[in-house]
């Protein structure tokens, strides 16, 4: 049986459900919170430089806006222990006033999918209110990109590599295994802070392989390219209603990993390997960006937070400012963002125990 089957049936119905309109309203007078005069504290787990930084510095104006009083809605920064810090704290958190959120990502998600031993979080025990999907865009120093051969990677194998690693257990599985999929020789320095430190880093010449999420490829990796200082190599892609990869639709014009795959000697796209790939793929970015609500929260603070959203979603601007800072991606609420959040949260067991085992080969981590 195919490892990401279960997967797969989940992320179809991610797409299915995104696709819906969810018109959510306050159920009848009274019911909602007010927040005038307010603080909304949102945590997000990583640091000020990477796209969890610019996802929730994007919205959270928007959301002040929209939540009934207009509290200011400040985001608060807690990187550490790959983002399980601010994950844990949250999780210790109980329901007060609505005046505490949480920002997830997929680097928070796979810690706790790999049953990773820093983790004391359950997304089980939080409320979600909005889902964010996105994409992720690797890219290579000029000289290098020079090498490849089309979509054909094979050129760049007898190459070294540097890439800053948040860490062995976060997002950045997805680009490593793909990388080695593809025979490529990438050392990994680990325990960056944030994505937009591994762009610092490639900036400075310390590495010359990264990759970013779309966010932050728009704002921080594009200018690179513009200046001819970064060559996009290949997306990650994005699923149809079948939930085939094709190419991703913020980036049409690069080539998908599956495309450069197919098109380089030696990487499969059948097998053990790629079906854990595309397991923690779907995990990871079709539904990468969560907001919660801490245990406890209320109805009428769901509902609110969750028509807020719906506000947001519904401004006339919305598609053109958010196209430009975060990529065309689902943005989802209700029972789209409940369906979004077990995507992001289950793999099948095949899968786990694939990557568990070469993370234990790989780095020398051990979950089991």
């Known amino acids: 049986?195919?490892?990401?089957?279960?997967?797969?049936?989940?992320?179809?119905?991610?797409?299915?459900?995104?696709?819906?309109?969810?018109?959510?309203?306050?159920?009848?007078?009274?019911?909602?919170?007010?927040?005038?005069?307010?603080?909304?504290?949102?945590?997000?787990?990583?640091?000020?430089?990477?796209?969890?930084?610019?996802?929730?510095?994007?919205?959270?104006?928007?959301?002040?806006?929209?939540?009934?009083?207009?509290?200011?809605?400040?985001?608060?920064?807690?990187?550490?222990?790959?983002?399980?810090?601010?994950?844990?704290?949250?999780?210790?958190?109980?329901?007060?006033?609505?005046?505490?959120?949480?920002?997830?990502?997929g680097s928070t998600q796979f810690p706790f999918l790999l049953?990773?031993?820093?983790?004391?979080?359950?997304?089980?025990?939080?409320?979600?209110?909005?889902?964010?999907?996105?994409?992720?865009?690797?890219?290579?120093?000029?000289?290098?990109?020079?090498?490849?051969?089309?979509?054909?990677?094979?050129?760049?194998?007898?190459?070294?590599?540097?890439?800053?690693?948040?860490?062995?257990?976060?997002?950045?599985?997805?680009?490593?295994?793909?990388?080695?999929?593809?025979?490529?020789?990438?050392?990994?320095?680990?325990?960056?802070?944030?994505?937009?430190?591994?762009?610092?880093?490639?900036?400075?010449?310390?590495?010359?392989?990264?990759?970013?999420?779309?966010?932050?490829?728009?704002?921080?990796?594009?200018?690179?390219?513009?200046?001819g200082t970064a060559v996009p190599m290949m997306t990650w892609g994005a699923l149809d209603d079948a939930g085939n990869i094709v190419r991703d639709p913020t980036f049409p014009d690069i080539p998908t990993f599956k495309e450069v795959c197919e098109a380089t000697e030696g990487c499969e796209t059948s097998g053990e390997k790629w079906d854990a790939w595309k397991a923690f793929f779907i995990a990871g970015f079709p539904a990468q960006k969560m907001v919660f609500l801490p245990a406890g929260a209320s109805n009428d603070a769901i509902v609110t937070y969750t028509k807020a959203f719906e506000d947001v979603k519904a401004r006339a601007d919305f598609a053109e400012i958010s196209g430009k800072r975060l990529g065309k991606y689902p943005q989802m609420t209700g029972d789209a963002a409940k369906t979004a959040m077990e995507s992001a949260t289950n793999v099948s067991a095949e899968a786990k125990d694939f990557i568990v085992n070469w993370l234990q080969e790989k780095y020398g981590v051990s979950l089991n």
């Open 1 to 105: 049986m195919s490892i990401f089957k279960t997967t797969r049936r989940v992320a179809v119905g991610l797409v299915a459900a995104a696709a819906a309109t969810f018109a959510i309203k306050a159920e009848a007078a009274g019911h909602g919170i007010d927040l005038e005069g307010k603080t909304v504290e949102w945590i997000i787990p990583f640091s000020e430089t990477g796209g969890s930084a610019k996802w929730a510095n994007f919205y959270a104006p928007l959301l002040s806006e929209a939540l009934p009083g207009q509290p200011t809605v400040v985001v608060k920064f807690m990187p550490g222990a790959g983002s399980t810090k601010g994950a844990n704290f949250f999780q210790e958190q109980q329901y007060n006033d609505g005046t505490l959120i949480f920002g997830s990502s």
């Open 115 to 227: 049953g990773d031993p820093r983790v004391r979080y359950n997304y089980s025990d939080w409320n979600v209110v909005l889902a964010s999907g996105t994409g992720g865009v690797a890219y290579l120093t000029p000289e290098l990109a020079a090498k490849m051969d089309g979509m054909n990677a094979a050129p760049l194998q007898g190459e070294d590599f540097i890439y800053g690693n948040q860490g062995a257990t976060r997002l950045d599985l997805v680009p490593t295994l793909a990388w080695e999929m593809l025979g490529l020789n990438v050392e990994s320095v680990m325990g960056i802070k944030g994505r937009g430190d591994g762009r610092l880093m490639f900036e400075r010449g310390e590495a010359n392989i990264d990759y970013q999420t779309s966010s932050s490829y728009l704002s921080g990796v594009t200018p690179l390219v513009e200046a």
